[in-house]
């Protein structure tokens, strides 16, 4: 059964940083993308960064890149989020996903393609 939990999510001021945690069970990421995507009231869900399942690659949106970094843990079965020089328009439910899809490279930032979700973890950016 896989399951996602998301955590690191909180209240941080325009310029600072937050890192997002994902613990994982249930799959491997030999087989499994994982992603984080985020989700801003009244937008539609939009992918962040994601990690290939066939080349183990990193892919970032235009939106963030440069901003924020992926990262994983093998050993804990965690993905990591780490996100700087966070602004105001960064506020939403960060949100991680995990699933075999049958696509490689950066279409692993395409939302559809996910079945497994967490709950998300809400990040607001504000002074």
């Known amino acids: 059964q896989v399951q996602l939990v998301e955590s690191g999510g909180g209240l941080v001021q325009p310029g600072g940083s937050l890192r997002l945690s994902c613990a994982f069970s249930?799959?491997?990421?030999?087989?499994?993308?994982i992603g984080w995507f985020r989700r801003a009231p009244g937008q539609e869900r939009e992918g962040i960064s994601c990690?290939?399942?066939?080349?183990?690659?990193?892919y970032y949106s235009d939106s963030m890149k440069g901003r924020v970094t992926i990262s994983r843990d093998n050993t804990n079965n965690t993905v990591y989020l780490q996100m700087n020089s966070l602004v105001p328009e960064d506020t939403a439910t960060y949100y991680c996903?995990?699933?075999?899809?049958?696509?490689?490279?950066?279409?692993?930032?395409?939302?559809?393609?996910?079945?497994?979700w967490g709950q998300g973890t809400e990040v607001t950016v504000s002074s």
């Open positions: 996903a995990a699933d075999r899809i049958p696509v490689s490279g950066k279409s692993c930032l395409r939302p559809a393609w996910y079945d497994q």
């Open positions: 249930g799959f491997t990421l030999d087989y499994y993308a």
């Open positions: 990690i290939s399942s066939n080349n183990f690659g990193t």
